[in-house]
């Protein structure tokens, strides 16, 4: 007996989408990234016009996503986010989970949060009412986006290439993050710039 359409209905029973199919205006790629300003989870404002001049990733997040726990558990996000901020660029999570769903918390809980699974973001975005996260059309987390030091959008989707919530497929994995990062390092368009993401649906507000 196959266990892979129980699991998958246990993983949709969960509010899990294993591939995104939301039709949410998108940002695109080669455009300027939506400009956005809001509260960060130390309670500064975080505003990406702020950052003008470096790479940022944004990394939309829920804390309680088995998607999400695969690569935070197995170290695979904190250490992207170690070795690309040691590197000068700025990587900032986003929540984008409204208040009474999934993955919603306030600033201090997202913070201790961070510091259990030993995350190392820039900063942590709060968007509770989901104007960010649909202004750049994220879809799942992780979704993960790269704005380049000029604003423009110059990734978009999956953290990498095997859509499932088994710490033992990140080693087979694309990571499609290390690509492009590769890819900008050396001067290169992205080969991969536009990847489909995967993991549970963004809770948003109704």
Known sequence: MSFAPLLRRS?????????????????????PAP???????????????????KTVVLEWTNHECPFVVKHYE???IPQLQKEFTGKGVVWLQVIS????????VEGPAALKINSFREAAPSAVVLDPDGRIGKAYGAQTTPHIFIVDPAGQLVYKGGIDSIASASKADIAKADN????AFNDLGAGRRIAHASTKPYGCSIKYAD
Do not use: R
């Open 176 to 179: 499609y993050v290390k690509l």
């Open 35 to 53: 400009a956005f300003s809001a509260p960060g989870a130390d309670g500064k404002t975080v505003s990406l016009a702020a950052f003008k001049g």
């Open 97 to 104: 989970s409204a208040p009474g769903k999934q993955g919603h």
């Open 11 to 31: 993983l949709l029973a969960a509010g899990v989408s294993l591939l995104a199919t939301g039709a949410f205006a998108a940002a695109e790629i080669g455009q």
């Open 74 to 76: 197995s170290g695979n």
